[in-house]
């Protein structure tokens, strides 16, 4: 009918023009094109923020409300990374970097080291709200940010980005080309794990110490899976051990059934100062096989910033 208006396609996950543009020309960084946004994108992120309020304050830790209370979030609208950063900079020096995509592990790594968070700027369809294979800008910004406004949280990140520098410099110290490749897949792939068990699916005791809170963005951004890691019987949940955790495969596409505590962020830090150690003292040269699976793009950047220095 002539006048129509069609809906803008908007910024969506399962289709984002801007997003393919920018792949097709290689743009890894770009800027976050809010005029796109459709009804429907703001409707997702409505349908979603508003659902989490009552299950952040039964499950979440108490760092995690600070900091959602902090960035000042809009539950109706998906929220424009300028006025994220603008309250979240000023409280750890941290920032939301928009991204057309993955970023392969140790440019991810770099990012946190330099303070930058590399963020998603679509979002799921209001349709499959409940699951979703890769980020976006809802677990990325409502289940990530938040911990990143608390001071020894962000320090741990950015120790997490100097133990990328290190598995480099160490690469670079190996001659034989096909041993570098091997060890360095060993340690990027418990890199991997240990940032899985942590980040983004972590727990940790109750400050009085009774119960568990959430800090992981993976569970602090799923309705389902955020109550099921705290009160389901047949989750396997553990003191966090480093040896454990760097040999413990994991699988995306289901509920973690094993999960692992840490006491505080204090001690979360202290974990990522024994990653490194043993990095460099040789125990992540051999750990188990099995997932992640470490992609070519993944190895690729750890090996070219080993041969840059």
């Not at 399962?14 to 994108?41: D, K, M, V």
């Not at 110290?173 to 890199?191: F, N, Q, Y």
């Not at 568990?212 to 009160?231: R, V």
Request: aromatic share 12%.
């Amino acid at each position: 009918m002539a006048g129509t208006q069609t809906e803008p396609i908007g910024l969506t996950t399962t289709r984002a023009p801007f997003i393919e543009q920018a792949q097709a020309s290689g743009q890894l960084y770009i800027h976050q094109p809010y005029e796109l946004y459709s009804e429907a994108n703001h409707d997702a992120w409505r349908r979603l923020f508003g659902r989490m309020g009552e299950r952040w304050q039964r499950y979440a830790n108490e760092r995690f409300l600070e900091g959602i209370a902090s960035l000042c979030l809009d539950a109706d609208r998906v929220p424009r990374l300028d006025d994220v950063n603008r309250f979240l900079h000023p409280l750890t020096g941290f920032k939301a970097k928009p991204v057309s995509g993955y970023v392969p592990s140790f440019l991810f790594f770099d990012c946190l080291r330099n303070r930058e968070f590399p963020t998603t700027i679509t979002i799921r369809d209001g349709r499959t709200l409940d699951y979703l294979p890769e980020p976006d800008i809802f677990h990325d910004i409502a289940g990530h940010v938040p911990m990143h406004t608390d001071r020894a949280f962000a320090d741990t990140l950015v120790r997490f980005g100097d133990c990328a520098h290190t598995a480099a410099e160490l690469a670079a110290g190996i001659r034989d080309e096909a041993e570098r490749v091997r060890r360095v897949t060993s340690i990027t792939k418990a890199m991997a794990r240990f940032f899985w068990f942590t980040i983004e699916f972590g727990l940790m005791q109750s400050r009085d110490g009774k119960g568990l809170k959430a800090y992981g963005s993976g569970l602090l951004s799923s309705y389902g899976e955020l109550a099921h890691s705290i009160d389901a019987a047949d989750v396997q949940r553990y003191p966090i051990r480093l040896e454990w955790v760097i040999n413990q495969y994991f699988e995306i596409h289901h509920y973690q059934p094993l999960l692992f505590v840490v006491d505080s962020f204090d001690h979360l830090f202290e974990l990522v100062v024994e990653l490194e150690r043993w990095m460099k003292a040789g125990k992540l040269d051999n750990v188990s096989p099995g997932e992640p699976a470490i992609s070519e793009a993944d190895l690729a950047s750890f090996l070219a910033a080993s041969t840059a220095r």
